[in-house]
């Protein structure tokens, strides 16, 4: 299903986007060496349920994962990159920390999710792969706009992802997202400008470069969730939320703060 939003629902929408980015954004403070990764889940649960939204995680089960999803947030660790399922694991210094959240306000929902480095950076190349997943989502913002269409930001994402030499997985990308966390269209990590569905006002968006350093296969971890580089490489994740309106595209999970 594909969902056109109203004017009334793309306000919403951008009360739901601050506030997925609020949250984040705490949480990246708070996230320190010594942070438990189900410490990380319960801040999440109280900053939702405070802010009287809903988890669009806690209740999902997809047929990409085992069962309810139980946590409020993915919390992706090194090689772990997509579906993070937080379990108790101790963050130490260089970690590389993925948190994507997805919540819904007022019958309207945003997902974002932000990578960076616990306490010191270990190795640059644990940036270098932050920053080009970050580059990735601007180019694929920049190509958004009403008239185009959906292949315009899939080229522009791969492009930048390819540019810097990483290998790029087509089975996980962005997606319509509205009244559901999922919903069509698929927004593929690569592929051809000119193709795929007609962008236009009111669609939202979320567009989300991930990538792994030395390879496009994943392994699904015994928790039934948590998608890791089959390689144990480390990976980069950003997403954003973004609204096609008359002029452009409008992102909607930046932090008000
Ligand atoms: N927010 C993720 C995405 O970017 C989906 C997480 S699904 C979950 O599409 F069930 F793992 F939470
Ligand atoms: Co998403």
Not at 105 to 116: E, N, P, R, T
Request: negative net charge; glycine residues 10%.
């Amino acid at each position: 299903m594909i969902e056109i939003l109203t004017a009334a629902q793309i306000d919403r929408a951008r009360a739901t986007g601050a506030l997925v980015a609020d949250i984040l954004h705490t949480l990246k403070d708070r996230a320190r060496v010594g942070t438990n990764l189900l410490d990380i889940d319960r801040w999440a649960q109280k900053m939702i349920e405070d802010a009287g939204a809903d988890s669009c995680y806690v209740d999902y089960a997809p047929s990409f994962g085992s069962g309810p999803f139980g946590h409020y947030i993915c919390t992706a660790v090194n090689d772990a990159v997509l579906h993070g399922l937080p379990h108790d694991y101790t963050l130490a210094d260089g970690d590389l920390l993925t948190l994507d959240l997805a919540v819904s306000l007022h019958g309207i929902a945003a997902d974002s999710a932000i990578s960076f480095i616990v306490g010191t950076t270990r190795d640059p190349e644990d940036e270098r792969m932050i920053e080009t997943t970050q580059r990735a989502l601007a180019a694929g913002i920049a190509a958004a706009r009403p008239g185009g269409r959906i292949g315009d930001i899939s080229r522009a994402i791969g492009t930048v992802l390819k540019g810097d030499g990483y290998p790029i997985n087509m089975e996980f990308g962005g997606h319509g997202i509205g009244t559901t966390m999922h919903q069509d269209p698929h927004v593929a990590n690569d592929g051809r400008p000119g193709r795929g569905y007609v962008l236009r006002p009111g669609l939202l968006l979320a567009i989300e470069p991930w990538i792994m350093a030395d390879t496009d296969q994943l392994v699904t971890d015994a928790d039934g969730w948590t998608l890791r580089s089959a390689t144990g490489a480390r990976t980069a994740h950003s997403e954003h939320t973004i609204a096609i309106t008359e002029d452009g595209a409008e992102i909607l999970t930046l932090p008000t703060r």
